[in-house]
Nanobody, 129 residues
Framework: QVLLVESGGGLGQGGGSLRLSCAAS????????MGWFRQAPGKEREFVAA????????YYADSVKGRFTISRGNDKDTVFLQMNSLKPEDTAVYYC??????????????????????WGKGTLVTVSS
């Protein structure tokens, strides 16, 4: 059974930092692209960041560019989201997702979430002002 489990959410202060982790199990994810999405209360899910299977290519939403950094662990089955300079508008449930190798050539599908085969249950991030 494929599982993506997020951790690291919680309460952060404006201007502060949090680091999210996503551990993948039940499959071989070293060839999968991984991504983070978020959904704020009353809003639709939105793309945050994604990383290729090799870790060499990354994508970011404009709203987080320069503040958030996505990375992969050495085992490739773990992905991290380092969130710096937090803002209250970063408050959301953050979801980890994985896209199969075939999606590598479709970055737009990765960023829209359409290419993601697997999703975690999410971790809540709340940022106070």
């Amino acid at each position: 059974q494929v599982l993506l489990v997020e951790s690291g959410g919680g309460l952060g202060q404006g201007g502060g930092s949090l680091r999210l982790s996503c551990a993948a199990s039940g499959g071989t994810f070293s060839s999968y692209a991984m991504g983070w999405f978020r959904q704020a209360p009353g809003k639709e899910r939105e793309f945050v960041a994604a990383i290729s299977w090799s870790g060499e290519i990354t994508y970011y939403a404009d709203s987080v560019k320069g503040r958030f950094t996505i990375s992969r662990g050495n085992d490739k089955d773990t992905v991290f989201l380092q969130m710096n300079s937090l803002k209250p508008e970063d408050t959301a449930v953050y979801y980890c997702a994985a896209a199969p190798p075939s999606a590598t050539a479709r970055p737009q599908a990765i960023m829209s979430g359409d290419a993601m085969d697997y999703w975690g249950k999410g971790t809540l991030v709340t940022v106070s002002s």
